[in-house]
């Protein structure tokens, strides 16, 4: 069973930077595609971003598309999530999840079975 742990939120201005990491122990996680999701108070969880199991392949939400770069590094079984240009609407708490069921992303945040137990970025305005 796999261990999923987020780290790297916290606050920050508007048009400021953070970087998310998700450390996975347990088993390796380098044949499985995995994502981060996020979910504000009062708001259904929602995709962020989704990488293939070997990095070279990377999908984002409409509204992080151009801020947010998505990576991974299998050696260290970790996924990172680079977020600049942060918007006050990227308030949310963020989750890492992996995918044991493909080695690419199927297109649904809901394909991500297992998840952390999340990081809280807050962006001030």
């Known amino acids: 069973q796999v261990q999923l742990v987020e780290s790297g939120g916290g606050l920050v201005q508007t048009g400021g930077s953070l970087t998310l990491s998700c450390a996975a122990s347990?088993?390796?996680?380098?044949?499985?595609?995995m994502g981060w999701s996020r979910q504000a108070p009062g708001e259904e969880r929602e995709f962020v971003a989704a990488?293939?199991?070997?990095?070279?392949?990377?999908y984002y939400a409409d509204s992080v598309k151009g801020r947010f770069t998505i990576s991974r590094d299998n050696g260290k079984n970790t996924m990172y999530l680079q977020m600049n240009s942060l918007k006050p609407e990227d308030t949310a708490v963020y989750y890492c999840?992996?995918?044991?069921?493909?080695?690419?992303?199927?297109?649904?945040?809901?394909?991500?079975?297992?998840w952390g137990q999340g990081t809280q970025v807050t962006v001030s305005s």
């Open positions: 999840g992996v995918d044991f069921k493909s080695s690419d992303f199927r297109g649904l945040v809901t394909d991500f079975a297992s």
């Open positions: 347990g088993r390796t996680v380098s044949s499985n595609a």
């Open positions: 990488v293939n199991w070997s990095g070279g392949s990377t």
